[in-house]
């Protein structure tokens, strides 16, 4: 009860007010009276601005706060207000009236405010933003060729029986890169084949050569779609899942312990990694071929109405082993980028779980791109070497 009493005997805050004067040397004094708190109101500053107005122009606003009672940020925020029409007007401050944690936290304001603007008023030119994806290319590539490098030394010591990772660890790998990715590769495979001979189908039936669409899919899958629609489906499924357990471990830091405890990342975590998706991209592929061959075989039995004996034979006349042996070297190839995109995204991933996503992301970019630019650099040369 006595502690109540004294509650209730407490006056209650008085809402802050302002009082504007000029003083004999010309200066604008604004002086604040009462509680200067957000919860008991911040009066406008449309008085003060009426001051400024009037005439004569003042030298300078200085601030009288013997009166003030309790202040917080709202306080802050009716001085930046008084500080903004007052640098509209040119009429300087006297901070120096002002508490000294009110200038201190005018200070951090003021300087987050101007390095903001300072972004703000420096927007790059054409050639500014040219220049920094230029440099930003360049980091990419320069980060790309430093990992090839490093992970050729890795293999260097494999060869050499010196890169540690356990065999137990790789053959998981080889069973989530080989078997597991039966399914998808199936029907991607399948649906292309399918694809490829019913749009060869509608455009060699009007010459009467349907036969030849048996030549088409089997050149097309085996030659070159058999191995990159393989590259692009592992590159989605495979190179984003490389990423995103590489960007884990190092939120989790794991991969700073294998490092403290005398591992080497490369050869504990990338290097089977690469080992298993190069060994079983060319396995992918074969089986890709054969699926893909089995699509067109539907269209060209079941709508063209071609014997099952005539279409094989023919595809099986049309495909030459350079093209089978190219695609599968193609294959691993495309492999090797694929795993090369993924581990290297991974490594390079930051600190949060919007990373590891965007590692991912960056993962399947990388490899497909990659994928892409190999395709075209293989199709060069071959045809350069008469393959």
Known sequence: MVALALVMAEPALKRGDIAVSRSDDGALVVRLRGAWTLATGIPPVAEVEKALLASPKPVRI?????????????????????????KARKIPIDEATLPDGLRRL??????????????????????????????????????????????????????????????????????????????????????????????????????????????????????????????????????????????TMKVTQEVDALTTMGFSALDFLVLPRILALCLMMPLLCLYADALGVLG????????????????????????????????????????????????LRGLQSGSSSSAVGDAATSAVVTGIVLIICACGIFAVSFYILGI
């Open 62 to 86: 200085a601030f009288d706060l013997r009166e003030i009672g309790a202040w917080d940020s709202g306080l802050m925020s009716f001085v930046t207000r008084v500080g903004e029409l007052a």
């Open 106 to 247: 005018l200070m951090l304001a003021t300087r987050v405010t101007g390095q903001q603007a300072r972004h703000a008023e420096k927007p790059q030119s054409r050639l500014a933003r040219i220049g920094l994806l230029a440099i930003a290319a360049w980091g990419e590539m320069r980060a790309m060729l430093e990992f090839v490098g490093l992970i050729t030394l890795a293999f260097g010591r494999l060869l050499r029986g010196k890169a540690r990772f356990r065999a137990r660890d790789f053959w998981l790998l080889v069973q989530q890169t080989g078997a597991d990715a039966l399914p998808i590769v199936t029907l991607i495979s399948f649906l292309v084949g399918t694809i490829f001979a019913f749009v060869g189908a509608v455009q060699l039936e009007k010459f009467g050569a349907t036969v030849y669409v048996a030549d088409l899919v089997g050149i097309a899958v085996v030659r070159e779609m058999g191995a990159m629609m393989t590259a692009i489906v592992m590159a989605g499924r495979t190179g984003a899942a490389f990423a995103a357990q590489l960007g």
């Open 296 to 343: 067109g075989s539907l269209i060209g039995i079941g709508m063209l109405k071609l014997p099952p004996i005539t279409y094989f034979q023919q595809t099986f006349h049309a495909v030459a082993i350079s093209d089978l042996a190219g695609g599968v070297l193609k294959a691993s190839v495309y492999g090797v980028l694929v795993a090369l995109s993924g581990c």
